[in-house]
């Protein structure tokens, strides 16, 4: 069975899978130069944008932006502070919380980081028509469609429980 026929039988859920796979496989590829994984990534390009519109968002507030666990979040922030790309500084308003921003360094190397990768997304859109295509517009739809649908995890197990 060629690729092609493999991938026409696979389920959804399995496609997504590889889709994420491969994304997150050619980010990684492409920030490494810059000392960023994927991850790293998603936290400084999300503080950008963020930053951009005038936000200085919490820790949790990135984690909830971006997906990851809170946890996992203040891992990498901490990791990107040591390399001079983040500062986190306490709030005020509430102690416990770290507030996140990109130092000068941080946006110089996340801007660069956002060109690759915009070169990715371009290189990955292409088969629809590129990214300002109807198709990848519709796409992105049917994307943020997807993740807005609740997942409940434990309703098949609860199914199944006697």
Same mark, same amino acid.
Do not use: C
């Given at each position: 069975?060629?690729?092609?026929?493999?991938?026409?039988?696979?389920?959804?859920?399995?496609?997504?899978?590889?889709?994420?796979?491969?994304?997150?496989?050619?980010?990684?590829?492409?920030?490494?130069?810059?000392?960023?994984?994927?991850?790293?990534?998603?936290?400084?390009?999300?503080?950008?944008?963020?930053?951009?519109?005038?936000?200085?968002?919490?820790?949790?507030?990135?984690?909830?932006?971006?997906?990851?666990?809170?946890?996992?979040?203040?891992?990498?922030?901490?990791?990107?502070?040591?390399?001079? @790309? !983040? /500062?986190?500084?306490?709030? +005020?308003? *509430? =102690?416990? #919380?770290?507030?996140?921003?990109?130092?000068?360094?941080?946006?110089?190397?996340?801007?660069?980081?956002?060109?690759?990768?915009?070169?990715?997304?371009?290189?990955?859109?292409?088969?629809?028509?590129?990214?300002?295509?109807?198709?990848?517009?519709?796409?992105?739809?049917? @994307? !943020? /469609?997807?993740?807005?649908? +609740?997942? *409940? =995890?434990? #309703?098949?197990?609860?199914?199944?429980?006697?």
């Amino acid at each position: 069975m060629n690729e092609v026929s493999a991938a026409e039988n696979a389920t959804a859920g399995f496609l997504v899978w590889r889709l994420s796979m491969k994304w997150r496989v050619a980010v990684d590829r492409a920030v490494a130069p810059l000392g960023l994984t994927h991850a790293q990534y998603a936290l400084v390009a999300s503080l950008y944008g963020m930053g951009r519109s005038g936000e200085r968002p919490s820790q949790r507030g990135l984690a909830d932006h971006t997906g990851l666990e809170p946890l996992y979040v203040s891992k990498l922030a901490r990791a990107l502070e040591a390399a001079g @790309l !983040v /500062a986190r500084t306490r709030d +005020p308003g *509430d =102690p416990r #919380a770290m507030r996140l921003t990109l130092t000068e360094q941080g946006r110089e190397v996340t801007g660069r980081a956002i060109t690759v990768v915009q070169g990715l997304l371009d290189q990955l859109l292409e088969p629809l028509g590129g990214q300002d295509s109807p198709r990848a517009h519709q796409f992105t739809r049917d @994307l !943020v /469609a997807l993740l807005d649908a +609740p997942l *409940d =995890p434990h #309703a098949e197990n609860e199914k199944e429980q006697p």
